[in-house]
């Protein structure tokens, strides 16, 4: 009898023991891949054209590989711009004609080389900053009529903040803030603040997005904007422009933990890759679709955003990087992505956006179960079981227990 409550909890140790090695080979995904990360500012920038025009800024990183390198290209000539560049080689360089550069009609001003060990690029571009007035709370801009959107901000013609000072070469990070010349923008700013990553991990505020080495990160904040009217809603538009494979179409996968990210159960990523779906995905721009509408967030500050389907645009968008690094030929699309739902408080309650997406190479990093749900699993299915176990146990012993007592008197 006692040998099996002994078994009985041996086998409870045991199938929490399973459940802890199943989650360790989940947790660690096996990716242990690191790459050295540096920042350069306006690399190969000629002492001779100094000062810049006010407003553009080319950060370079490069995070190296052992045996290839991803290049990150944040530009904000034009519409602010991230360019990601993959080489089979160690030693590839950024390479930027700055008189043809800054005049932005000269295809293959900046390069990366040499030219045959690029595998993949990709530039995700931020075009436009649409405002409506969401007069019905419907929050549906893609079903409300032209009447109700004002004219949209061109993120083109916005001054961009020097990019100097904001850089943080050991975070790997730097804010890019720029402004509108309206009045709305007299007190706000759009900024974009750009992470680079060695290694995996998660950003500690919300929503956390897991990373990788082969991943970088941009946060969109919208702060302090005086709206055009008292309901107003914002959605922005994003572009992208592809090297051999564009990014065409945006998967929507769901998850059933939401530990990292408080009720968001879903993750969207806008994947590059070949038209047979069963090819990898070489390229991607991920997101979970929450937007929040304070720096420091609290649940209740949680909105979520939608997606418009990609659509084929017929121009490149306006990025002076883009035009230099691909020209004229290549493929574009755009989607807008639109912050809040109807019942949602507009945007002037708390004047605050923000919003983040990782751009990177390879397939899109997939968020796994937490140690703390599969410990709960574990124990919420470990438990019954062991109730069950023990049940049975205690029913043999009572029935051992009774049956002498019960035939005694007939004997
Ligand atoms: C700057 O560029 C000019 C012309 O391209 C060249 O003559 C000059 O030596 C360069 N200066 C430096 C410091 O590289
Ligand atoms: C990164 O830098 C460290 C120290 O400088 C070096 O030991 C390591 O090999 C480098 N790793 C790669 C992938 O280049
Ligand atoms: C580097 O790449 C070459 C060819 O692409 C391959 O043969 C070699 O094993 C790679 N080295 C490492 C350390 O991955
Ligand atoms: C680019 O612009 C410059 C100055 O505006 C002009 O001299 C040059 O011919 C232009 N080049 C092309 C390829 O259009
Ligand atoms: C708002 O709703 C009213 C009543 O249903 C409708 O007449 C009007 O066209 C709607 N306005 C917009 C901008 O959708
Ligand atoms: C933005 O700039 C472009 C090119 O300089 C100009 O044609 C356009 O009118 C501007 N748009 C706005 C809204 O200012
Ligand atoms: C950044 O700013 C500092 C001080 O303002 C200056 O010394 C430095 O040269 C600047 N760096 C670049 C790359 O412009
Ligand atoms: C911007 O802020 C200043 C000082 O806080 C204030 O005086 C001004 O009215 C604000 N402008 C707008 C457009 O809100
Ligand atoms: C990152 O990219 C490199 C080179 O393509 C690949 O070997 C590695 O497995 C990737 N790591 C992750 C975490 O995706
Ligand atoms: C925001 O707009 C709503 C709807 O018109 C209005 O009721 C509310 O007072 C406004 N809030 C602020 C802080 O201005
Ligand atoms: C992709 O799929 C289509 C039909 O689904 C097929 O005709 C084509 O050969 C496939 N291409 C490759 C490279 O497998
Ligand atoms: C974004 O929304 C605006 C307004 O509805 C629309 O004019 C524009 O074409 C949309 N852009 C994309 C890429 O769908």
New binding site residues.
């Given amino acids: 009898m006692a040998a099996e409550v002994m078994y009985t909890i041996h086998f409870y140790v045991l199938f929490l023991l399973l459940t802890v090695r199943f989650s360790s080979s989940f947790i660690g995904n096996g990716e242990n891949y690191r790459r050295n990360v540096s920042l350069e500012l306006n690399p190969g920038l ?4 100094k000062p810049l025009p006010p407003g553009v800024d080319l950060l370079h990183v490069r995070a190296l590989g052992k045996n290839n390198t991803l290049h990150y290209l944040l530009c904000s000539q034009g519409a602010p711009a991230l360019l990601l560049v993959h080489t089979s080689s160690a030693s590839s360089k950024v390479e930027v004609d700055w ?1 043809a550069f800054l005049v932005q009609n000269t295809t293959g001003s900046l390069k990366v080389t040499p030219e045959s060990s690029v595998l993949y690029s990709n530039a995700l571009v931020f075009t436009r900053l649409w405002e409506y007035d969401d007069v019905n709370d419907t929050a549906d801009p893609e079903h409300l009529p032209p009447s109700s959107f004002f004219q949209p901000y061109e993120l083109q013609n916005f001054t961009w903040d020097d990019l100097n000072k904001t850089l943080d070469p050991t975070a790997h990070t730097a804010l890019l803030c720029g402004r509108d010349a309206s009045e709305s923008f007299s007190n706000g700013s759009l900024c974009l603040k750009f992470s680079a990553f060695d290694a995996e991990g998660r950003d500690q505020g919300w929503p956390s997005l897991l990373h990788n080495a082969n991943s970088s990160q941009l946060r969109v904040g919208l702060d302090g904007v005086l709206p055009r009217s008292n309901r107003s809603r914002f959605s922005l538009e994003l572009q992208v422009v592809g090297g051999t494979q564009p990014m065409s179409r945006v998967d929507v996968l769901r998850s059933i933990d939401d530990e990292y990210t408080p009720s968001i159960f879903k993750v969207s990523q806008w994947v590059s890759s070949p038209v047979n779906s069963t090819s990898p995905v070489l390229g991607y721009a991920q997101w979970k679709p929450v937007a929040y509408r304070r720096p420091s967030p609290v649940f209740e500050d949680a909105t979520p955003c939608r997606h418009s389907t990609p659509v084929p645009i017929a121009q490149l968008p306006p990025s002076g990087l883009v035009l230099a690094y691909f020209g004229g030929e290549r493929q574009t699309s755009g989607l807008n992505m639109t912050f809040s739902i109807a019942g949602d408080p507009f945007y002037n309650t708390t004047n605050y956006l923000s919003w983040t997406v990782l751009v990177g190479l390879g397939s899109p990093p997939v968020d796994s179960f937490s140690p703390l749900v599969l410990v709960i699993m574990a124990v919420g299915l470990g438990t019954p079981l062991l109730i069950i176990l023990l049940g049975g146990v205690c029913v043999c012993v009572r029935k051992n227990r009774l049956q002498p007592q019960v035939y005694q008197p007939i004997n």
Avoid: D, R
């Fill in positions: 000629n002492s001779s054209l008189p």
